[in-house]
């Protein structure tokens, strides 16, 4: 059996509070954290900007080759990730409503998929990264030594992320964002290639009503049961 790996992966649907608990966990542990997810909004973001058809294989890998992806670590546990995409910073371009639709239907293409699950292996080579996302403990990283799966109600996921939208200034309704979320989560679990769902020895936990500190309690006692 292969040996596990020095990383924790805390899989999930959108707005469940996968951002804010994996950056506590990562502080906690001194770990890096990879974060998936920018890496579709970012690959997505390019592909719109391009043009590009994802059903034509050629233009599709040419533009892909085109694209230099780059994460610049987080700067403390309440900061995103930062994003640069050929040089230039697209952190806060990648983290509208409407970007997380493209990368949902962008992450679902295989070719996209292979690339970026390539990059995000050479992430954890070493281990000691805390990575999350929607496939992480299932196909880039099945050998990781903590797998968590977190989930939440759609309505409150929707609250929260139109609460996440206001704090930065953006007004948004709440209709609309649980219908967004609604199609991304059919979107994320019904894709043929890798779709959402939790790793058979991933640890389910339910976070309506739970704040992330209370979260990332729970994860770290279970690490700190286990050593890493």
């Not at 509070?17 to 990879?34: E, M």
């Not at 973001?45 to 085109?66: H, I, M």
């Not at 040089?87 to 690339?115: F, H, K, Q, W, Y």
């Not at 959402?196 to 309690?217: W, Y």
């Given at each position: 059996?292969?040996?596990?790996?020095?990383?924790?992966?805390?899989?999930?649907?959108?707005?469940?509070?996968?951002?804010?608990?994996?950056?506590?966990?990562?502080?906690?542990?001194?770990?890096?954290?990879?974060?998936?997810?920018?890496?579709?909004?970012?690959?997505?973001?390019?592909?719109?900007?391009?043009?590009?058809?994802?059903?034509?294989?050629?233009?599709?890998?040419?533009?892909?080759?085109?694209?230099?992806?780059?994460?610049?670590?987080?700067?403390?546990?309440?900061?995103?990730?930062?994003?640069?995409?050929?040089?230039?910073?697209?952190?806060?371009?990648?983290?509208?409503?409407?970007?997380?639709?493209?990368?949902?239907?962008?992450?679902?293409?295989?070719?996209?998929?292979?690339?970026?699950?390539?990059?995000?292996?050479?992430?954890?080579?070493?281990?000691?990264?805390?990575?999350?996302?929607?496939?992480?403990?299932?196909?880039?990283?099945?050998?990781?030594?903590?797998?968590?799966?977190?989930?939440?109600?759609?309505?409150?996921?929707?609250?929260?992320?139109?609460?996440?939208?206001?704090?930065?200034?953006?007004?948004?309704?709440?209709?609309?964002?649980?219908?967004?979320?609604?199609?991304r989560d059919d979107n994320d679990r019904n894709r043929a290639v890798a779709p959402l769902r939790q790793a058979e020895d991933a640890l389910l936990i339910d976070t309506t009503g739970i704040d992330a500190e209370e979260v990332a309690k729970r994860i770290m006692r279970v690490v700190l049961n286990e050593a890493i």
């Amino acid at each position: 059996m292969p040996e596990k790996k020095k990383i924790i992966t805390i899989d999930g649907p959108s707005g469940v509070g996968k951002s804010t608990v994996s950056r506590k966990v990562a502080a906690a542990t001194g770990f890096t954290y990879l974060d998936t997810g920018a890496m579709y909004r970012a690959f997505g973001l390019y592909l719109s900007r391009q043009k590009t058809d994802l059903n034509d294989a050629l233009a599709l890998r040419a533009t892909l080759e085109s694209l230099q992806l780059e994460l610049i670590p987080a700067a403390d546990e309440r900061s995103d990730v930062r994003v640069l995409v050929n040089g230039e910073d697209v952190s806060e371009a990648i983290r509208t409503p409407e970007m997380a639709m493209i990368a949902s239907r962008v992450s679902a293409n295989p070719l996209v998929r292979e690339i970026l699950t390539k990059i995000q292996k050479r992430y954890g080579h070493d281990g000691k990264i805390v990575a999350e996302g929607r496939d992480t403990g299932t196909v880039v990283f099945p050998n990781a030594a903590h797998k968590f799966f977190l989930d939440a109600h759609p309505e409150e996921r929707a609250r929260r992320r139109v609460r996440q939208l206001g704090e930065n200034g953006v007004e948004a309704d709440f209709k609309q964002i649980l219908a967004m979320t609604l199609e991304r989560d059919d979107n994320d679990r019904n894709r043929a290639v890798a779709p959402l769902r939790q790793a058979e020895d991933a640890l389910l936990i339910d976070t309506t009503g739970i704040d992330a500190e209370e979260v990332a309690k729970r994860i770290m006692r279970v690490v700190l049961n286990e050593a890493i």
